[in-house]
Each structure stands twice: as structure tokens, then as C-alpha cells.
């Protein structure tokens, strides 16, 4: 795997209304951190942070100003959903030579920051390298860069009541896994096995919508109609303890959509578009 990637680093959930998103997660047993604006974008998050990895609650706080980093377009198209995943890199600079040395034509890094709404004097600040979807066979990516990660993971950020400890996976619906596996093949520089890209951290699973149901990804229930694909679909994140999980959301109110050994999965409609599964190492 070349140097530049350091795995999953987070997925970035599409969603309408910031403030019932986060309820939301939270009635899953996730803590959410407090709202961050982007500066100079149309786009705010919720971050869940983990020890390696977060997922991130993107929508749209400020509708007047222009950037809505393609948002408004995933949302009229889709609705709420999994955006897309992010790779980490601790360089997105130095990544820049690496990935076009692998014949890709990646384009930044760009800034990205959004100061902390309990210090407005800290900011949190990346830069994000773009890889063009037509390269990475429709199923987009990019890779982040952390140039504060010390301000990413506040005291009690990672305290989750349903004992969530990293987001290990990720399922994207394709029409030919082989056509979308070889470009992240390339990009990762190691084989995929099995429909299921080795990230580093974590895995990120393909399969075609006839083949979802026997992957050993966290697919769930396919949207109807079916979007266009490739696409982002659901999501398998590391928890200390299934039942832990089970009881966090029974107090949530929130009844497992399916179970099984070792595993639970929540339904889309319970967790803003995205099949969410909680598994045990």
C-alpha cells in the first residue's frame, strides 16, 4: 500500500437538517460533537469521533453562500445518505507526487477549515487532495490531511453510550466490481479480495445489486428506485459490546432492524439513509 494512504479516515453522511441528524445519532448511542461551520462554505458538520476514524454529519447552515462542497446536488439527487468516504494521509502535499506517480491527476490540496464553537479562537484545519471519480471508476474519494489533529478529539468526544470504537467498513453498490475494483487496486496498491478493498484501516466492500445480499459487507436493504452507480450505501462501525449497543438503543427508542452472532444492523430510515451496522472485533 503506498505510504500516502493511512486508511479509512472518515464518511461523510449527506443530510438535510443538521439539528435532527444529530438527535438522531445520538438516540443511536453516539456522542456528536458541537456544530462546526466551514469557513467561507455553504456546509456545516456534527463530527463522531473514534480513536482512528469519524464520521462526519454534513448540511448545508448557510443556503446563501455559493460552496456547498457538491452537497445540494448529492441531496436532490439521493436524499439523505452516505456521501462518501475519505482516506487519510499524514501529507496531503507530499501524497500529491505519490498518487500521480501511480498515474492518477489529482487536484489540490485544498483548505478546509472550521474554528470550534467552544474556543472560536481554535481552528480545526485539513487539506484535501481530490482524486477525479473517472479514475477511481466512478466510486469517489478523496484524501484528508489533518493539519490540527490535536484539537480533533476533545476530552469525552469519544465516549459513546453504545460503546462505538472506529468505522471499520464501508458498502458501495456497482454494476461491475472488477471495473471499479482495479482503479482502487492501483490507487492502494494491493489486491482486492473478495469484492473488498483492504483500506489499511478498515475495508470498503463491492458489490453489484444482485450480489449485496451474500457480501460480507454492511449492505442492508437496497434504495427503490436504485440509484446510479456506483454508490455509497451503508456503514459497519466497531462497538466494545453488541449488547451494549442492543441496550443503547432500546433506550433510544431504536429497534435493531436485523441481528445476528456478533453483529446488529440499524435501518436507514433510523440512521439518515444508511444501512448502520454495529459488530464486535
Same mark, same amino acid.
Not at 22 to 29: I, N, P, S, T, V
Not at 143 to 161: I, N
Not at 166 to 189: F, I, R, S, T, Y
Not at 234 to 247: F, Y
Given at each position: ?7 479509512? %479516515? ?13 438527535? !438522531? ?51 436532490? $439527487? ?7 468516504? $475519505?482516506?487519510? &494521509? ?10 500521480? $506517480? ?8 485544498? %483548505? ?5 464553537? %467552544? /474556543?472560536?479562537?481554535?481552528?480545526? /484545519?485539513?487539506?484535501?487532495? !481530490?482524486? *477525479? ?64 478493498? %483492504?483500506? =489499511? ?7 453489484? *445489486?444482485?450480489?449485496? &445480499? ?36 432500546? !433506550?433510544? =427508542? ?28
Amino acid at each position: 500500500m503506498t505510504d500516502a494512504i493511512r486508511g479509512i %479516515d472518515h464518511a461523510i453522511i449527506g443530510v438535510r437538517d443538521l439539528d435532527a441528524a444529530r438527535a !438522531q445519532f445520538e438516540r443511536l448511542g453516539f456522542t456528536a460533537a458541537p456544530l462546526g461551520n466551514h469557513v467561507g462554505k455553504a456546509t456545516a458538520n456534527h463530527c463522531i469521533m473514534f480513536a482512528d476514524s469519524y464520521l462526519e454529519l454534513l448540511g448545508i447552515n448557510e443556503p446563501d453562500k455559493p460552496d456547498t462542497l457538491g452537497l445540494d446536488a448529492f441531496l436532490a $439527487a439521493r436524499g439523505e445518505g452516505l456521501v462518501k468516504i $475519505a482516506l487519510g &494521509t499524514p501529507d496531503a502535499d507530499a501524497a500529491r507526487a505519490d498518487i500521480e $506517480a501511480q498515474g492518477f491527476s489529482p487536484t489540490g490540496p485544498d %483548505d478546509l477549515a472550521r474554528p470550534l464553537t %467552544d /474556543r472560536p479562537d481554535a481552528i480545526v /484545519r485539513f487539506r484535501n487532495l !481530490q482524486i *477525479p471519480e473517472a479514475e477511481t471508476g466512478g466510486l469517489g474519494t478523496f484524501l484528508c490531511g489533518h493539519k490540527t489533529p490535536e484539537l480533533m478529539r476533545p476530552p469525552g468526544s469519544m465516549d459513546h453510550a453504545n460503546g462505538a470504537r472506529n468505522l471499520v467498513a464501508a458498502a458501495a453498490v456497482v454494476d461491475d466490481v472488477g471495473a471499479v475494483a482495479g482503479p482502487w487496486e492501483k490507487l492502494l496498491g494491493r489486491p482486492a479480495a473478495g469484492g473488498a478493498l %483492504d483500506i =489499511g484501516r478498515g475495508h470498503v466492500y463491492l458489490a453489484t *445489486p444482485a450480489g449485496a &445480499t451474500g457480501s460480507n459487507g454492511p449492505y442492508g436493504p437496497l434504495p427503490d428506485p436504485l440509484p446510479a452507480r456506483p454508490f455509497y450505501l451503508g456503514l459497519r462501525v466497531e462497538v466494545a459490546s453488541v449488547g451494549a449497543a442492543r441496550e443503547a438503543l432500546r !433506550q433510544g =427508542g431504536i429497534t435493531p432492524a436485523s441481528e445476528a452472532p456478533g453483529r446488529l444492523r440499524v435501518a436507514p430510515e433510523d440512521a439518515c439513509g444508511i444501512p448502520l451496522e454495529f459488530a464486535e472485533a
